[in-house]
Structure formats: structure tokens, C-alpha cells
């Protein structure tokens, strides 16, 4: 749970598996690109230190949050990474527009997970405000950008260990 007295970033890296031949596909919203291009450095530095291979770290933009499904499904369909990271920031403003970008992606995240034999790690900030989101992509709450990344590289390793 992320509150005020708990830093995103913080995990046991003695818990981590080997990572050395995972590949990593990352989806990242253009929009609030302040706050994803810290997210995004954030888990591609993560994943480096944890010893997945730069060149086995694969990054596609899209222009917002919503777009993050797709982009996901379109690399898992080239069939060629282990993970997909989804990393977007939807900030709260005066209309529902919130409320329908959010639970789409959300909702689409879950499908994914569903529908393809690999796991889709929902790295979307959703925020009452840009200051949330700035201590969420490296500010005193850490880095949800590293998070996802561990989380990718556990999940991975967790669906390598369950197929059939």
C-alpha cells in the first residue's frame, strides 16, 4: 500500500529471480510525459539492476493513457517478451473523463492478463493531482516505475515456473 510512510521503491532484491534472460516489453503514455519519462526510467533502471539485458528492454510510446491496452497487446502479439509494462498518468480533473480513461485501462489490463500467457503490469498513475503523481515517479514516495518493474520481473518468473 502506498501511503506517506511507505517509499514505492523499496523491496528485498535478495527475493528477486534471475532476470538474465527475461524480455521486457515497455508501453508509456506520451501524455503527462513528465511524470511517465520518470516512470519509464525508473523501471528501465530497475530492470537493468536486476539483471535483465538492456537490449532485451523494449519501449513503444503511445499518446495517452488509453492507448496504453493496445500498445500492450500489439507487443505481446509479436510474441517475443516474457512481460508487458503499461506506465501512464492519469491525473483527476473537473469531468468524469477520470473516472471512464481509468477503469478502461484498468479493465483492459485485466483482460490481456487473461487472454495471453503472459503478465500485463498496470504501472498507471491515478492521481487527485500532479503533486501525487510527482511523489509517485521518483519523489518522496518513490517510483511506481520501479515497482512495476519488480513486479514484471517476479511475475515472469512466476509464469515460466506455471506453464503447462
Keep these: ?21 527475461m524480455r521486457i516489453g515497455i508501453v ?13 526510467n525508473g523501471a528501465v533502471n530497475t530492470l537493468i539492476s536486476n539483471g535483465v539485458k538492456e537490449e532485451n528492454i523494449s519501449v513503444s510510446h503511445v499518446p495517452g493513457a488509453f492507448e496504453l491496452t493496445f500498445g500492450a497487446k500489439t507487443i ?4 517475443n517478451v ?10 483527476r480533473g473537473e469531468t468524469p473523463h477520470f473516472d471512464f480513461i481509468a ?14 500467457g503472459i503478465p500485463f503490469i498496470f504501472g498507471v498513475l491515478t492521481d487527485n493531482n500532479k503533486e501525487q503523481s510527482v511523489a509517485r515517479s521518483g519523489g518522496k514516495l518513490g517510483n511506481k516505475g520501479d515497482e512495476a518493474a519488480v513486479t514484471a520481473v517476479k511475475m515472469a518468473d512466476f509464469a515460466c515456473k506455471n506453464k503447462k
Design 1 to 21: 500500500m502506498a501511503t506517506i510512510n511507505h517509499n514505492l521503491s523499496e523491496y528485498d532484491k535478495d527475493t528477486m529471480p534471475n532476470a538474465s534472460n
Design 76 to 79: 505481446a502479439e509479436r510474441g
Design 82 to 91: 516474457d512481460a508487458v509494462i503499461g506506465l501512464g498518468c492519469i491525473i
Design 103 to 116: 477503469q478502461g485501462v484498468a479493465q483492459g489490463f485485466t483482460q490481456l492478463n487473461i487472454k495471453y
Design 28 to 40: 508509456v503514455s506520451e501524455w503527462n510525459s513528465d511524470i511517465t519519462d520518470n516512470l519509464l
